[in-house]
């Protein structure tokens, strides 16, 4: 089976950079696999776009060698089983709460006796190769985020759950678990503090751990920090903050500043 580089890094201990694609656009997210990203992120919680996009999206990033992962929009089975046998080789399961809901992202996941996933991989065996039913498991990466109050107090709990391929820091999220405004780029001390505490129980634990950035200056600190995977930005982002910067030059004029979207 097609191996699952990006994984491989993490469990190895490298870093990795991925973007985020949260537009319904085939060409965007074949133009971004061949930027050389490792991995790249179609998001079905919060971005423009739903199944059918992904299934063309999925095959565009699969001409390059950029590793496909689908945020779904919630800790759903048949979603994520869905997702990958479209072809993703990585999901990011939000708003995970404790170790319950974490064993059940992983059981999705996993065919049995490892876990409960039905088979019928249509595209995924075909992305993936000869092999794929009997390596799958190992190869698929079920990754959990930790961005609510409860999760925060389950934080060992669920970075414990055997099987789990990684967390994932949503940021914004996790500043209003903290009450602070939706900002995930901050150097808030609650947020820091609580963002290294994630940070330092994944590497006690041997689990790889991401982050959400909105550019450049959050992930140099983000990987310096010790962080497997970040997020440098998305589609949207990268489109906004290069024609924007551009026209302000062009009409000597200070940039405006926009509403923060998470993107």
Known sequence: MRKNTALEKWRNGEQTIGAWLSLANTHSAEMLAHAGFDWLCIDLQHGLLDYQDLRHMLPAISTTDTIPIVRVAGNDPKEIMKVLDAGALGVIVPLV?????????????????????????????????????????DEIACIAMIETKEGIANLEEIV????????????????????????????????????????????????????????????LRRLEAGFNFVTLGSD???????????????????????ENTGY
């Open 97 to 137: 709460n404790n170790r319950a809901e974490a064993e059940a992202a992983v059981s999705a996941c996993r065919y049995p006796p490892q876990g409960s996933r039905s088979f019928g991989p249509v595209r995924a065996a075909l992305y993936g190769g000869r092999g794929y039913a009997a390596e799958a498991n």
């Open 236 to 258: 949207s982002g990268f489109m906004m903050q290069s024609a924007a910067s551009q026209l302000a030059q062009a009409r000597g004029a200070q940039q405006k500043e926009r």
């Open 160 to 219: 414990t759950t055997p099987g789990l391929g990684g967390i994932y820091v949503g940021p914004s999220d996790l500043a209003l678990a903290l009450g602070l405004s939706p900002r995930g780029d901050t150097d808030d001390p609650l947020h820091l503090e609580t963002v290294a505490t994630i940070v330092a129980t994944c590497k006690k634990h041997g689990v790889p751990v991401g982050c959400h950035t909105g550019g450049l200056e959050y992930t």
